[in-house]
């Protein structure tokens, strides 16, 4: 089957120069050179802005953070976490996000999930993930798993890849919604190139939650590919980020939107307390990252359909709205592993593909108003009233 669509605008991701009256081929899913063949479906999207789907490089399925107390919402028998899902998904393909890299769920759920999404009982976005976070006993991010030394970080890893885990995640540092320090190390060395001597071993790479400090330092000089959150990344941090050739993944929603921490943990005096000096530093470190000109993608961290919020908080931060927009789309996709498949629209990508009414480079609050999704070539049909 072959479709056209025909943009008022298209920006493709790579970088160049948006085209005016351009139009996109589509066959059996995936970008093609064309010519279409004159039967071919056409989609008229003159009027709109098309541009290649989002990508989430930061996301959860399970968790909602404005009910508060994440780690205990992962923590739910596994049919509570299941209840939360359709709704994020929805809300993750309603603004656009085409792509979720998952970044831990317990019980195997994002395996059930991802699976149900390609058989076709389930709407949502394409799937990357990471399985269980492996986690210290100690540290930020324990829900119902836990590995200690090298030996059990060895299991761990080797079970999640058996599993179906596209990259391995390790917790690295404390974190803001836990009682552990958000520069501490969570971790030993041995333990964090365990990791990534298992997932290089598998072809694949680890993520690491870290926010600064010697927990950061010690995953970027283990190995880890990227590196998640890193709102107290001081220049040493940012030295050896760039050092080693990590990546950055800003998650700024979870921070900034009031409906976040900010909201789900409001009744918690230490969380805030930890959320309030997260955000007086972060726009430091944030500006130390870009001015490093060090690879950088963006991700919610379970703020379902914030992908807009999270461009638009990258330029308010100091990035330019291009550079926003592509960490959020071939940026993410490369951060990622998957650059191969999609996050431009260039012949031989899948087709996921969104338009947007208004021009996000020239206003970043265009992105807000997303008027067209499609999957893999599939077209979603959307529905603003529930958003």
């Known amino acids: 089957m072959t479709t056209v669509i ?34 071919a479906e056409v989609i008229d999207l003159s009027q709109y802005c098309v541009m290649p789907g989002l990508i989430d490089a930061h996301t959860h399925l399970s968790i909602i953070p404005s009910r508060g107390d994440q780690l205990g919402q992962l923590r739910q028998p596994p049919g509570r976490q299941a209840l939360r899902v359709p709704d994020n998904l929805r809300r993750d393909l309603e603004a656009g996000t085409t792509t979720l890299r998952i970044m831990g769920e317990e019980d195997w759920l994002d395996v059930y999930t991802r699976q149900a999404i390609q058989e076709g009982g389930l709407n949502g976005p394409h799937l990357i993930i990471a399985t269980r976070g492996l986690a210290a006993s100690n540290g930020h991010g324990r829900a119902k798993t836990a590995f200690d ?45 365990t990791a990534v001597e298992e997932a290089e071993r598998k072809g694949t790479y680890v993520a690491a939650h870290a926010h600064g400090g010697p927990g950061l330092q010690m995953a970027a000089r283990a190995g880890v590919r990227t590196i998640e959150h890193a709102a107290l990344a001081s220049e040493e941090d940012v030295e050896i980020m760039v050092e080693r050739g990590a990546w950055v993944i800003g998650t700024f929603s979870i921070l900034l939107h009031p409906e976040g921490i900010e909201r789900g943990d409001a009744a918690n005096p230490q969380i805030l307390e930890k959320l309030k000096a997260a955000r007086e530093t972060a726009a430091e470190s944030i500006r130390r990252i870009f001015e490093a000109k060090l690879p950088f993608a963006l991700g919610t961290d379970s703020m379902h359909g914030c992908m807009p919020y999270e461009v638009q908080s990258a330029v308010r931060l100091g990035l330019s709205p291009q550079d926003a927009l592509l960490a959020a789309t071939s940026r993410s996709a490369e951060a990622v592993g998957i650059e191969c498949e999609t996050g431009t629209i260039e012949p031989g990508k899948r087709a996921d593909i969104i338009a947007v009414a208004g021009n996000p480079l020239a206003d970043p609050a265009a992105l807000d108003n997303v008027v067209f999704v499609m999957k893999g070539g599939v077209r979603y049909e959307l529905h603003p009233a529930l958003r």
């Open 6 to 39: 025909r943009c008022g605008q298209l920006f493709t991701g790579t970088g160049a120069e948006t085209v005016e009256n351009a139009e996109i081929v589509v066959t059996n899913g995936t970008i093609s050179n064309g010519p279409a063949p004159p039967e």
């Open 149 to 193: 030394g090298v030996d059990e970080i060895r299991r761990g890893a080797r079970e999640n890849l058996a599993q179906g885990a596209d990259f391995l995640k390790i917790f690295a540092t404390g974190g803001v919604a836990s009682g552990t320090g958000l520069g501490s190390a969570m971790y030993s060395f041995e333990e964090m190139r």
